[in-house]
């Protein structure tokens, strides 16, 4: 199994660009979710998804959209990029959302807005 | 505010020495807590979980210990090796409105030098 996958891994934007960020994931897993890493902070939930066509904000949700259309794929979208977005963005799946189930991370995809 | 915070931020040690990293946390009601490793250009990997009534819970030279009572846990290590170096994330699993949540600490940065 390949576990959770994402593309591209490197991005570099320009300020108002957009650009879509895609997750995979092969083990069958109900819930989903998007993270940014910034330096010195803990990763912070952006979307997350607890099924095939849903879709619920996090902590930090502006500036960003998603869809779950299939299953097994969770995209991130960026409709305007501005430098804050600067970031490192992780992907994760989960059997379940609750008490021991355990979030499986992709490896990452570094996006740089200037 | 539900926070979790890690300390040091950044230790450098000897291959072969032990070491602790210390998490505490605010996050209330809790529900479990975890340590992940994240390699460097990798995403985090759990290593141990633990609830409220396990105080300590060991994965190989790896050995987490938990005080719900002062909100406090500890990450040991052992006989450290270079692949150790690494950074180390307590998360700890709360309740709030919107259900379970994950509060991320900033993560110790660990270098093992030979």
């Known amino acids: 199994n390949a576990g959770v996958t994402q593309t591209p891994k490197f991005r570099v934007l320009k300020t108002g660009q957009s650009m879509t960020l895609l997750c995979a994931q092969d083990m069958n897993h109900e819930y989903m979710y998007w993270y940014r890493q910034d330096p010195g902070m803990g990763l912070r939930l952006i979307h997350y998804?607890?099924?095939?066509?849903?879709?619920a904000k996090g902590e930090v949700p502006d500036g960003y959209n998603v869809s779950r259309l299939k299953k097994q794929n969770f995209l991130l979208g960026l409709e305007s990029a501005a430098p804050s977005q600067t970031s490192v963005y992780f992907c994760a799946s989960s059997y379940t959302g609750t008490g021991r189930s355990e979030q499986y991370f992709g490896p990452g995809t570094r996006l740089t807005v200037t | 505010k539900n926070q979790v915070e890690q300390s040091p931020q950044s230790l450098i040690i000897l291959e072969g020495k032990n070491c602790t990293l210390q998490?505490?946390?605010?996050?209330?009601?809790?529900?479990?807590l975890r340590w992940y490793k994240q390699d460097t250009g990798r995403g985090p990997v759990s290593l141990t979980i633990m609830t409220f009534s396990e105080n300590t819970k060991s994965n190989g030279r790896y050995t987490a210990t938990l005080d719900a009572d002062t909100k406090q846990s500890s990450l040991h290590i052992t006989a450290s090796q270079l692949s150790d170096s690494a950074s180390y994330i307590c998360v700890v699993r709360h309740q709030n409105n919107a259900g379970n949540m994950l509060t991320f600490g900033g993560g110790t940065r660990l270098m093992v030098k030979p």
């Open positions: 998804s607890v099924g095939e066509g849903t879709t």
């Open positions: 998490c505490n946390y605010t996050v209330s009601p809790f529900s479990n």
